[in-house]
T-cell receptor, first 115, second 112 residues
Framework: DAGVIQSPRHEVTEMGQEVTLRCKPI?????LFWYRQTMMRGLELLIY????????DSGMPEDRFSAKMPNASFSTLKIQPSEPRDSAVYFC?????????????FGNGTRLTVT | DAKTTQPNSMESNEEEPVHLPCNHS???????IHWYRQLPSQGPEYVIH???SNVNNRMASLAIAEDRKSSTLILHRATLRDAAVYYC?????????????FGQGTILTVHP
């Protein structure tokens, strides 16, 4: 099993540019989560999907952020326009909801730097 | 949603047992207790979870108080590789699965 795959691993962009982060969950998993981690704010849940449907997006910071899950094997997190305060490590995680307590499996993250 | 409280940091010596506490006094009857850890420069990884009974796996043991208001993650013999941030989490969102919201966790330092 390849695990959760995120791309790119690193992204450096200038303020005002559009950024798209990508995630491929583990095959067969039906829930997908996007997290953001900074030193100041720790690990924050941005949004999560179940069966490709957004269930809770209350953690999305503002309208500049959007997430999609067009099918069970792919999700994107887009920031447009990007700002320096968006610099963080963004993690994607997936889970198969068959029994309560099923574990989250995290990807290696995308380190975003906005200059 | 129930909250958890953990010490900010703990220290241990290599090859000694480590007991990481977590308080969750507002836990509901159906909340599973989850533990994750995050090694430096990596994403979080699952450690263990439980509901009422104590649980063991190859990584750790989870001891759950009889009233379920607290739990303890036990690393039986700490190694340098166990140095990480350990998170105790209760799912929220009102379902058996729910979303996992990470707090600040406990930073575990292991001394050689």
């Amino acid at each position: 099993d390849a695990g959760v795959i995120q791309s790119p691993r690193h992204e450096v962009t200038e303020m005002g540019q559009e950024v798209t982060l990508r995630c491929k969950p583990i095959s067969g998993h039906n829930s997908l989560f996007w997290y953001r981690q900074t030193m100041m704010r720790g690990l924050e849940l941005l949004i999560y999907f179940n069966n490709n449907v957004p269930i809770d997006d209350s953690g999305m910071p503002e309208d500049r952020f959007s997430a999609k899950m067009p099918n069970a094997s792919f999700s994107t997190l887009k920031i447009q326009p990007s700002e320096p305060r968006d610099s963080a490590v963004y993690f994607c995680a997936s889970r198969i909801d068959v029994t309560p307590g099923s574990p989250l499996h995290f990807g290696n993250g995308t380190r975003l730097t906005v200059t | 949603d129930a909250k958890t409280t953990q010490p900010n940091s703990m220290e241990s010596n290599e090859e000694e047992p480590v007991h990481l506490p977590c308080n969750h006094s507002t836990i509901s009857g159906t909340d599973y207790i989850h533990w994750y850890r995050q090694l430096p420069s990596q994403g979080p990884e699952y450690v263990i979870h439980g509901l009422t009974s104590n649980v063991n796996n190859r990584m750790a043991s989870l001891a759950i108080a009889e009233d379920r208001k607290s739990s303890t993650l036990i690393l039986h013999r700490a190694t340098l590789r166990d140095a990480a941030v350990y998170y105790c989490i209760l799912p929220s969102g009102g379902t058996s699965y729910g979303k996992l919201t990470f707090g600040q966790g406990t930073i575990l330092t292991v001394h050689p």
